[in-house]
Structure formats: C-alpha cells, structure tokens
C-alpha cells in the first residue's frame, strides 16, 4: 500500500513564506513523477507545480517566480516552496507522485495553506 503524506501548511500574511513538503511511503518501485496541486475555495482542483525526473518541471502562470517545486536525489519526497505568497494562493494543497505519469498516481490527504490580506 502507498501512502503520500503532506506537511507545512498554515497561516501567513501576504507577501510570506510557507513551504511545503511530501513523502510517499510504501512498496514502490520507483516514483518518477510528482506534482503540487492545489483547491481553492469553491473551485476544482487544479496543478500548480509539476517535477519529472527527467528534470521537466512545469508551473502554473499564477505561481512562476513565486514558487519552486524541489525532489531530493533517489528519494521519494518533493518540496514546495511558496515565496510572496497572495490571498488568491488560498486552497488545499494536495500532492500526487506516481510511477510514470500524473495522469494516474497516488493523492495526500492534502493540506492546507491560508493567505491573509
């Protein structure tokens, strides 16, 4: 069984920092794609930051140069680093990692960050 686990959510005033951090648990071979998605209030899911271990990395239009998405060599964790941080990055914030492609994978149980005015 595969768990994925997220940490490092909370409340912060806009313009700071928070940073984000998964681990996946379980009889996995290897995990070549891990991503950042995020729900806000009302709104669906959606992708924020994506990592291939080919080195592809892809941001959504709403976070590039705010935040960077980091995987440690031969581990299976991710980080999140959210830098200048506005109301509208308010949501749950869920990872996936998965074998080959996000299309399928395994979800956290998410976590979530709150973005004061």
């Known amino acids: 069984q595969v768990r994925v686990v997220e940490s490092g959510g909370g409340l912060v005033q806009a313009g700071g920092s928070l940073r984000l951090s998964c681990e996946v648990f379980?009889?996995?071979?290897?995990?070549?794609?891990m991503g950042w998605y995020r729900q806000a209030p009302g709104k669906e899911r959606d992708w924020v930051a994506l990592i291939h271990v080919s080195g592809n990395i892809k941001y959504h239009d709403s976070v590039k140069g705010r935040f960077t998405i980091t995987r440690a060599i031969g581990k299976n964790t991710a980080s999140l680093q959210m830098n200048s941080l506005k109301p509208e990055d308010t949501g749950v914030y869920y990872c996936?990692?998965?074998?080959?492609?996000?299309?399928?994978?395994?979800w956290g149980q998410g976590t979530q960050v709150t973005v004061s005015s």
């Open positions: 996936k990692a998965a074998p080959v492609s996000l299309d399928s994978g395994y």
């Open positions: 379980g009889s996995i071979r290897s995990i070549n794609a």
